[in-house]
């Protein structure tokens, strides 16, 4: 298996600790003043679902294990799981919920998402970057109040809460982060 450095790894990455595949939640380079700069990897042992973390310097070399990632379209949910297709020769594949996690509520119908497979079973999920959705309950606008003093609470059309700019009301479909659910601008039409 390639070797790679753990300052390399980002999440959604899947590397071999010792014949068991892990997939990194979350990489962290911290560059302390004095000493050597580490790497934190938060992981999910992909057998039986038990998070780890490890701390390795900059330079150690990880086993990354080998994955088949491809794209898929979004189906449907249900009592298995996560449907999805592949839009090249349509077989569908379920991929469990707590590998989906916190990213299903931006789950849409038709998504296209890359989804990692080692020997056919699926690992993990990458969500596209930012995804748009509609704004259904807002605070209105204090008047006298300009856009780069705050933030107001919003509640998007997934059940998601987010933190919009005051002249942002119900009805206005807007970009948000699927890492956080943070605001990016508003949608362009």
């Given amino acids: 298996m390639p070797k790679v450095q753990a300052s390399s790894l980002r999440k959604g990455s899947v590397v071999d600790i010792d014949g ?3 997939v990194v939640l979350v990489a962290q380079n911290i560059h302390p003043g004095k000493g050597t700069p580490v790497t934190q990897l938060d992981m ?3 057998s039986d679902g038990v998070k780890v973390s490890e701390r390795y310097r900059t330079t150690e070399q990880v086993e990354r294990a080998f994955v088949d990632e491809r794209e898929y379209s979004f189906l449907y949910e249900d009592g298995e799981g996560f449907h999805f297709m592949n839009p090249e020769n349509f077989d569908q594949i379920v991929v469990p919920g707590d590998i989906v ?3 299903a509520s931006y789950l849409q119908d038709g998504m296209l998402v890359f989804v990692s497979t080692h020997n056919d079973v699926p690992i993990s999920i990458e969500m596209p970057a930012r995804v748009t959705l509609e704004i259904v309950e807002t605070e209105p606008a204090v008047k006298g109040q300009t ?6 609470p919003a509640i998007l059309s997934n059940g998601a809460r987010t933190m919009v700019p005051p002249y942002i009301t119900a009805g206005t479909k807007v970009v948000v982060m699927t890492e ?3 605001y990016v601008e508003r949608a362009k039409e």
């Fill in 20 to 22: 068991k595949l892990y």
């Fill in 180 to 182: 956080d659910g943070s």
């Fill in 147 to 152: 856009a780069s003093s705050s933030y107001k």
């Fill in 101 to 103: 996690g916190d990213s």
């Fill in 44 to 46: 999910r042992r992909i």
